[in-house]
Protein backbone atom coordinates (compact mmCIF):
# COMPACT_ATOMS: atom_id res chain seq x y z
CA UNK A 1 0.00 0.00 0.00
CA UNK A 2 1.38 3.07 -0.89
CA UNK A 3 1.85 5.82 1.41
CA UNK A 4 2.66 9.52 1.71
CA UNK A 5 2.98 11.23 5.19
CA UNK A 6 4.03 14.53 5.57
CA UNK A 7 4.56 16.13 8.83
CA UNK A 8 6.33 19.14 10.32
CA UNK A 9 4.00 22.14 9.77
CA UNK A 10 2.56 24.29 12.21
CA UNK A 11 1.97 27.82 12.89
CA UNK A 12 4.86 30.28 12.80
CA UNK A 13 6.08 33.68 12.89
CA UNK A 14 6.65 35.71 10.16
CA UNK A 15 10.75 35.26 9.63
CA UNK A 16 10.48 31.94 11.00
CA UNK A 17 11.55 28.24 9.79
CA UNK A 18 9.41 25.10 9.54
CA UNK A 19 11.31 21.94 8.24
CA UNK A 20 8.51 19.73 6.47
CA UNK A 21 8.96 15.75 6.11
CA UNK A 22 7.48 13.35 3.87
CA UNK A 23 8.31 9.72 4.94
CA UNK A 24 7.37 7.01 1.87
CA UNK A 25 6.14 3.64 1.90
CA UNK A 26 4.64 0.98 -0.12
CA UNK A 27 6.69 1.93 -4.02
CA UNK A 28 10.65 2.37 -4.95
CA UNK A 29 11.47 5.99 -3.33
CA UNK A 30 14.33 6.18 -5.19
CA UNK A 31 13.33 5.91 -8.38
CA UNK A 32 10.65 7.98 -7.92
CA UNK A 33 10.97 12.31 -8.51
CA UNK A 34 9.98 13.94 -5.00
CA UNK A 35 8.14 17.22 -5.06
CA UNK A 36 6.25 19.61 -2.78
CA UNK A 37 3.10 21.33 -3.70
CA UNK A 38 0.88 24.15 -1.71
CA UNK A 39 -2.34 25.04 -2.10
CA UNK A 40 -3.77 28.37 -0.40
CA UNK A 41 -7.20 29.11 0.40
CA UNK A 42 -9.06 30.10 -2.77
CA UNK A 43 -5.91 29.16 -4.65
CA UNK A 44 -4.92 26.64 -7.22
CA UNK A 45 -1.96 23.79 -6.28
CA UNK A 46 0.98 25.32 -7.25
CA UNK A 47 4.57 23.29 -7.04
CA UNK A 48 6.69 24.65 -4.65
CA UNK A 49 9.97 22.77 -5.29
CA UNK A 50 10.80 19.39 -7.50
CA UNK A 51 13.39 16.96 -7.11
CA UNK A 52 14.86 14.32 -9.35
CA UNK A 53 14.96 10.83 -8.01
CA UNK A 54 18.73 10.96 -7.71
CA UNK A 55 18.60 14.40 -6.81
CA UNK A 56 20.81 16.07 -9.18
CA UNK A 57 18.19 18.24 -10.43
CA UNK A 58 16.10 20.65 -8.46
CA UNK A 59 13.64 23.00 -9.42
CA UNK A 60 11.95 26.02 -7.23
CA UNK A 61 9.01 28.30 -7.38
CA UNK A 62 10.25 32.12 -7.95
CA UNK A 63 8.39 32.85 -5.04
CA UNK A 64 10.38 30.53 -2.73
CA UNK A 65 13.45 30.50 -4.55
CA UNK A 66 16.56 31.61 -2.28
CA UNK A 67 14.14 30.23 1.23
CA UNK A 68 12.97 26.87 0.39
CA UNK A 69 15.43 23.74 -0.26
CA UNK A 70 14.03 20.59 -0.87
CA UNK A 71 15.84 17.24 0.00
CA UNK A 72 15.77 13.67 -0.02
CA UNK A 73 17.37 11.03 1.67
CA UNK A 74 16.89 8.09 -0.17
CA UNK A 75 17.83 5.49 2.73
CA UNK A 76 15.12 6.82 4.91
CA UNK A 77 12.76 7.12 2.14
CA UNK A 78 11.91 10.57 2.91
CA UNK A 79 11.87 13.94 1.55
CA UNK A 80 12.47 16.97 3.35
CA UNK A 81 11.33 20.66 2.70
CA UNK A 82 13.63 23.45 4.69
CA UNK A 83 11.68 26.39 4.76
CA UNK A 84 13.39 29.24 6.13
CA UNK A 85 12.07 33.90 6.26
CA UNK A 86 8.67 32.45 5.87
CA UNK A 87 5.86 35.14 5.17
CA UNK A 88 2.02 35.57 5.17
CA UNK A 89 1.84 34.32 1.66
CA UNK A 90 3.41 30.81 2.42
CA UNK A 91 0.56 29.93 4.44
CA UNK A 92 -0.83 26.88 2.76
CA UNK A 93 -1.37 23.48 3.00
CA UNK A 94 1.50 21.81 1.83
CA UNK A 95 1.59 18.22 -0.04
CA UNK A 96 4.12 15.56 -0.63
CA UNK A 97 3.92 13.80 -4.54
CA UNK A 98 6.06 11.09 -5.86
CA UNK A 99 5.94 10.53 -9.88
CA UNK A 100 7.81 8.28 -11.83
CA UNK A 101 6.31 7.85 -15.55
CA UNK A 102 2.38 7.30 -15.09
CA UNK A 103 2.26 6.62 -11.26
CA UNK A 104 1.68 9.44 -9.62
CA UNK A 105 1.14 9.31 -5.53
CA UNK A 106 0.06 12.23 -3.26
CA UNK A 107 0.14 12.70 0.74
CA UNK A 108 -2.78 13.73 2.71
CA UNK A 109 -0.92 17.43 3.16
CA UNK A 110 0.10 19.44 6.65
CA UNK A 111 -0.82 22.94 7.18
CA UNK A 112 1.73 25.47 7.42
CA UNK A 113 0.23 29.00 8.66
CA UNK A 114 2.19 31.85 9.14
CA UNK A 115 1.01 34.33 11.46
CA UNK A 116 1.56 37.09 14.47
Known amino acids: QVQLVESGGGLVQPGGSLRLSCAASGFTFSLYSMSWYRQAPGKERELVAFMSSGGGSTKYADSVKGRFTISRDNAKNTVYLQMNSLSFEDTAVYYC?????????WGQGTQVTVST
Open 97 to 105: YAQRISNRY
